[in-house]
């Protein structure tokens, strides 16, 4: 299966600053583009950090509510944000970022795993090319039915395991898969069904023996 890459589905218009960049140029960019976070970049174009709405307001709060003091000789995160005036004192560093080559999956456990929302991507030389959210990713379940049970045929059924296009039918409603026949002896039903899974914008598989009663549907009553 051939999944979208992370360029596929990317922003390429990326407002980006630089290390040196002052506080409140930083926060006019966040209001003027409507963004919450901007990536801050070296002098290559490779992403060093992430400057957020949070860390911004860091300035306002002081550092954290409640937080444990200093030790009196290192200040804590929080505080020495609330007294950072540019961008290499407020972000967060390392940046989380994403290569131009990775599969949604992919970066959809980055996501989950680092519990943000957005990833920066890079190209080979790791310099800044595009930030892909959340919501980029979750456009993979807006593929239409027919263009999933195409490539469920061509791709899962014919390719990867020989099968004839009529061997099985496959319905697909809202990202729902249904298979329905009979397998040769030498197909695994759980292989096809796995294979089914990893088409982008699946969002079930259900797999129906030859013969099977759907007990939901009124015309299979009585027959």
Do not use: N
Request: proline share 6%.
């Amino acid at each position: 299966m051939k999944h979208l890459k992370v360029s596929d589905l990317m922003s390429d218009a990326v407002v980006r600053v630089q290390p040196g960049t002052p506080f409140k140029e930083i926060a006019h960019l966040l209001q003027e583009y409507d963004i919450t976070a901007v990536p801050v970049v070296d002098g290559e174009d490779r992403p060093v950090g992430v400057v957020s709405e949070a860390d911004l307001l860091q300035k306002m709060w002081g550092g954290e509510p409640g937080g444990p003091p200093g030790d009196g000789q290192r200040p804590r995160p929080a505080d020495a944000k609330a007294s950072a005036t540019d961008a290499s004192g407020l972000m967060t560093s390392p940046a989380v970022c994403a290569r131009e080559d990775w599969s949604v999956v992919d970066a959809a456990r980055a996501m989950a795993r680092h519990g943000i929302k957005r990833l920066l991507v890079v190209d080979e030389a790791g310099r800044l090319i595009g930030v892909v959210s959340r919501s980029d990713l979750l456009r993979v379940f807006l593929r239409t039915d027919r263009a999933i049970r195409t490539e469920i045929i061509e791709e899962a059924m014919v390719k990867s395991l020989g099968l004839a296009p009529s061997s099985m039918q496959v319905d697909v409603a809202h990202g729902h898969v249904v298979l329905s026949g009979r397998l040769p002896g030498d197909v695994s039903v759980s292989v096809l069904e796995e294979l089914c899974r990893r088409v982008d914008g699946v969002v079930a598989v259900e797999f129906r023996a030859a013969g099977e009663v759907d007990a939901e549907d009124p015309a299979s009553v009585g027959h």
